[in-house]
């Protein structure tokens, strides 16, 4: 079976979850966490290397503010809790979003988990956090304004690689595969540049009821596939032979 390299997931259904079962919703996102570890142990096993997760989007802070500080205590929680597990277990942590802004000892957090696990490389895992795609794609584009006017650019000779040198994502490879649980079937301005080319697989179960056996149902959507890139003949196929 063909494995993604790169699999992002939109962890969707905490709040439904928990009012399902006539539980606050913050009793969805603590089991949403629990879920959260697992799936990292999942794709270790599963063989995939990169491993994206939408935990707290730029829109989020409009949710109420009790709800926001308890997203921020088990993001707290998750970090001093986990961290030096993920760090036995070879896992780096990077970190995309907007920094700017953020209280200061959640952004220490986010930068001291970048920092020791930095010299991983078991599993690379991504924690998209204040991110909003279309932000991270204005924010690139002020800083290649701000370089051309050094003179370190030339806009005319802007190429799509070169601009995705500017992302928050800069050295990682686009995710092949794009999982969102809970039944929605949107994309919720997650890695809108990145995902051009992604496979999706929505899947109906709560991001809390998510498992192991969900991750490799998705994987063999995935490896069902023909993944053309706007071309007629599917990657790893050329002049008759696979590769």
């Known amino acids: 079976m063909t494995t993604p390299q790169h699999v992002a997931i939109i962890m969707d259904g905490n709040g439904r979850w928990a009012k399902a079962r006539g539980l606050p919703r913050v009793a969805g996102h603590r089991a949403g966490v629990e879920a959260l570890r697992k799936t990292v142990?999942?794709?270790?096993?599963?063989?995939?290397?990169?491993?994206?997760?939408?935990?707290?989007?730029?829109?989020?802070?409009?949710?109420?503010?009790?709800?926001?500080?308890?997203?921020?205590?088990l993001l707290r929680l998750f970090i001093r809790r986990d961290?030096?597990?993920?760090?036995?277990?070879?896992?780096?942590?990077?970190?995309?979003?907007?920094?700017?802004?953020?209280?200061?000892?959640?952004?220490?957090?986010?930068?001291?988990?970048?920092?020791?696990?930095?010299?991983?490389?078991?599993?690379?895992?991504?924690?998209?956090?204040?991110?909003?795609?279309?932000?991270?794609?204005?924010?690139?584009?002020?800083?290649?304004a701000e370089a051309a006017v050094r003179g370190e650019i030339v806009p005319a000779a802007l190429t799509p690689e070169i601009f995705a040198g500017y992302l928050d994502t800069a050295g990682i490879p686009d995710p092949d595969l794009v999982i969102r649980t809970s039944g929605e079937q949107r994309m919720s301005n997650f890695l809108p540049w990145q995902s051009a080319y992604s496979e999706l697989v929505f899947l109906p179960c709560y991001w809390p009821e998510f498992t192991g056996e969900h991750f490799a149902d998705a994987l063999a959507q995935y490896a069902a596939r023909e993944r053309r890139f706007g071309g007629i003949v599917p990657q790893g196929v050329a002049q008759g032979v696979a590769s």
């Open 41 to 73: 142990r999942a794709a270790s096993d599963l063989g995939v290397g990169w491993l994206t997760v939408y935990a707290f989007s730029s829109e989020n802070w409009s949710r109420p503010k009790s709800e926001v500080s308890d997203l921020m205590g």
């Open 83 to 144: 961290l030096a597990e993920l760090h036995r277990s070879g896992v780096k942590v990077s970190v995309i979003g907007e920094r700017e802004g953020l209280s200061p000892d959640i952004a220490s957090l986010l930068d001291e988990a970048e920092t020791l696990t930095a010299g991983n490389s078991a599993l690379n895992l991504i924690i998209a956090f204040n991110y909003g795609g279309r932000d991270e794609i204005v924010r690139a584009a002020g800083r290649i």
